[in-house]
């Protein structure tokens, strides 16, 4: 086993340079905590995706993010409004020119 102490030096430019999308908790039920991290501020998009590829929500729509760590909540309903039935579902983020996606599971 090994353990490194940190030493309060900067992160890598690559490091500071990733996109990340990620829920918690995960699972979750009802309601879920969306964490963007963005290395540059601009205009994202965040969509929740079914197992099948298929739109369910449209989060965020090219609304102006700053850079660094934002969040959001996502209450597992769908455009509509309509509660989603337990499952997989990908959170889509469009930012930058980069596409990626994370995943949270709802169950009930």
């Not at 979750?28 to 995706?49: C, K, Y």
């Not at 079914?50 to 934002?70: H, N």
């Amino acid at each position: 086993m090994q353990c490194q102490t940190p030493t309060g030096a900067p992160l890598p430019p690559q490091a500071k340079a990733d996109y990340r999308v990620q829920a918690f908790p995960n699972p979750f039920n009802p309601a879920t905590e969306i964490r963007l991290s963005l290395p540059a501020a601009g205009p994202i998009s965040l969509r929740v995706v079914d197992i099948a590829g298929r739109l369910q929500r449209v989060l965020v729509d090219g609304t102006r993010y700053p850079a660094g760590e934002s969040r959001l909540s996502w209450d597992g309903r769908d455009g509509s409004g309509r509660q989603l039935p337990s499952g997989r579902y990908f959170l889509v983020l469009e930012a930058g020119g980069q596409r990626l996606a994370g995943s949270a599971v709802l169950l009930k």
